[in-house]
C-alpha cells in the first residue's frame, strides 16, 4: 500500500510539474511580446540605489511607501520594477525616481533583472556606490526600518544579506541583499544578469535566482567576510548568551507551528533532556537510584521523597501536566530545580540556561532562518516579516500573535491582515495546485 501511494504521489508530482511548466512557458511567450516600460526616470547623479521589485496594483503598500520615503531621505536613488499597474504613475514621482513596468512572469528575479539591465544600460555602475536590492514579499516595520536600511547601506560588507539559509546549500535571502559598487560593475555579475533565464517555476527561480545570484556574489567579492548576513546565527548566538532577558524571550519567541519539519525549541523539551542527562526522571528505577544516595547521607528524606513521589497529575496520554504547562525560562529553571537543595540551585539553573541557549542556536540555522526565526529576529532588531510565513506552513496563528506582540499597533494590524489572507496551502489549494504545492512547485 505505501508502494501505491508513491507512485501515485509521483504521478502527482509528473502531471503538475508538466502543468505549472506549460503555463510558465506559454507566460513566458507572452511576456515577450509586452517588454518592460520605462515610465518615467530622474536624472541620477551617483547615488546609492534602492532598486525594489513590486507586485502592486493601484498603488504601493503603505509600508512599500514608507521603506521608499526612508530611502530617499537616506539620499538613495529609488528604482522601482512592478509586474502589476500602478493607477496613475507620474503621481509617485516624488517618492520614486526610475520607475519600470513590465509583464508578470518571472516572479522577483525577473524584476530584479530588468531593474539590473536598466541600470547597466545607463552606465550607473561606474559610479554608483551600492545598489540595495528589495522586494515587496516582506512587510517593513515602521519602527526598524530607518536603521535597518542605513545599516544595509552603510555596511563596508561587499554583498550583505538580511537574513540567511542553509537549506541544500549556504545562501542568502534574495528579498534583501546590498551589494557595493565595484562587485555591480563586476563583469562577472553582469554577466549572471544578462544570462539570467526567467521562468515562474519556484524550484527553478530558487535555484537559478536566489542561489545562483549567491555564487555568483561569492565568486565576486573580495575575501570571504564580505558575503554574510545582517542577522546571522553569529550575531545571535552571542546575544542569546550574553543577555538573560533575551534568552528568556527568544525562548517565547520560538517558532509554535507544527505544519514544518523544522525543530522549535519548546522549554518541556529542554527539561526532557536535563532529566534525561542527570538522572532526574519520573519513572520506576527512581527508588533504586535514589535509594544509595540517601544511605550515603548525600540527599536528605526530604528530598528523596520529591525526587520519588509519584502525586504529579497526569494527562490521559501519561504526560505530566506541569511539564506541559511550561510557558517560559522562569517555569522551566523552577521546575528543574523543585527537588534539589539550595546549594545545587544556581548550578542547575546555569546548566538550564547553558542548555536553552545551545538549543536554541542549534534550531535558528534550520530551514529558512526568516520564518523558523521571525519572531526572535525582530526582537533582535530586523526590520522585515516574510508574508508567506502562514500560506507555506511556518507560522501558526500563535506565531503570527507573538509577530504582532512585538510591533506598532498600526503595523500590527496590516501585518496580521496580509499574513491571514494567504491561509495554508495544503489546506486551502485544490487539484493540480494542491498537489504542487506539496512538492514546493508552488
Known sequence: MRYVMWILQQIGFTISFIYLWATSSINGMKSRSHPPALRFENPYEGQKILLVALYEKGLPRPDMQMLMREA???????LAVNTMRFTDPVAWQGLIDCYIEKHNFGRDFSSYQAGFLHLYSRGWEKTCPRVLMLNDSVFYCSQRTPRFVADLFD?????????????????VGSFCVAIAGRVVAHDRLQRYWRDYRNTDLRPAVIRRGEMGLSKALKRTVASDGDFRALYDVDRFSKRVRADEAFLARALHHARDSSLVAWPTTRAKDVLRDFRTRFAIRDDANLSDEYLPRLEQGTISIEQYVKLTRRDQPTL???VDLKEASLVDLDDLIATATEPLDSASTGKVEARIREMVADRLVANFVRGSHIHQNAAALLDLGL??????GMYRGMFSPADV??????????????????????????????GLRRAAFRQGLL
Open 72 to 78: 530617499k531621505d537616506q539620499g538613495a536613488y529609488v
Open 401 to 430: 500573535r507573538k509577530i504582532c506582540a512585538l510591533l506598532t499597533p498600526e503595523d500590527a494590524v496590516a501585518i496580521e491582515r496580509l499574513l491571514l489572507s494567504r491561509p495554508y496551502g495544503e489546506h486551502n489549494l485544490r
Open 383 to 388: 526590520a522585515i516579516v516574510k508574508l508567506d
Open 155 to 171: 555596511s563596508e560588507v561587499e554583498a550583505l544579506g538580511a537574513t540567511e539559509n542553509f537549506e541544500i546549500e549556504h545562501h
Open 316 to 318: 490521559a496520554t501519561g
